[in-house]
């Protein structure tokens, strides 16, 4: 469950880092309401860690096959009953409907799950079949912990937390004040691992995650 109160500061490159785009798309993506910048809304916008999350959800669920549209008009309907970020406290779905209807059937379907019904989030209306929620959402939020969108292509990096109420939920060497990105550039310099491991006591794990990351997350920015 989301919190009531926006928590962190993040401008909308460094979204872009987490959610795994470009800072120019979630711009994008606040003008046209499918995530909030919650802290401002003037210029220039600057997000919570609540919208950085559901930044993530929407780039899942165009991964995922919805279309801008059908998730701008699921957020709508969602929002009308749950409030401020819909995509983090509405119990919803995406369920593969390729496996009840075949190849030819649309990818996937977002469902919300209200009691014993499920709804289809973007319509409204109600489905004539209960299917298994497997593909929940709730996953894809908690990699914001863990260093955003890059962690879904590097599994093995433990070393990077995101934590709101730390650096204003800059991400981070797990469980220190110490900035992975600037781990990362330090690295990077001739004696930056030394200096490292003996001045900030970091250990090659730590150092190499942070190398990692970083440069999974500064790919964004280009690609999209």
């Known amino acids: 469950m989301a919190s009531r109160e926006p928590r962190g500061w993040y401008l909308a490159g460094e979204v872009g880092r987490l959610a795994g785009t470009s800072g120019e ?5 606040a003008r046209r309401g499918y995530i909030s910048s919650s802290q401002s809304i003037g210029v220039p916008r600057v997000y919570s860690f609540q919208d950085v999350a559901e930044a993530m ?8 096959g919805l279309t801008h549209r059908e998730i701008r008009r699921a ?5 009308q009953r749950f409030g401020d970020w819909p995509l983090l406290t509405a119990p919803i779905a ?40 497997s593909l929940g959402l709730r996953a894809v939020t908690k990699l914001l ?11 093995h990096v433990q070393s990077i937390e995101v934590d709101p109420d730390r650096l204003s939920g800059r991400p981070t ?7 992975a990105d600037k781990v990362a550039i330090l690295a990077q310099t001739s004696d930056g691992r030394q200096s490292l491991e003996s001045d900030y006591r970091l250990s090659a794990k730590q150092i190499e ?8 997350v500064s790919a964004y920015e280009k690609a999209a």
């Open 25 to 29: 798309t979630i711009g994008q993506w």
């Open 57 to 64: 959800v929407v780039h899942e669920l165009l991964e995922r």
């Open 75 to 79: 957020i709508r309907n969602l929002r």
């Open 94 to 133: 995406t369920t593969d409907m390729r496996r009840v209807f075949g190849a030819d059937a649309k990818e996937f379907l977002l469902l919300l799950e209200i009691g014993d019904t499920q709804v289809d989030a973007v319509h409204g209306a109600s489905t004539q079949f209960m299917l298994n929620l």
């Open 145 to 155: 912990r863990r260093g955003g969108w890059a962690v879904k292509d590097l599994p």
């Open 173 to 179: 060497i797990r469980s220190r004040r110490i900035p």
């Open 209 to 216: 995650d942070a190398v990692r990351w970083y440069g999974a």
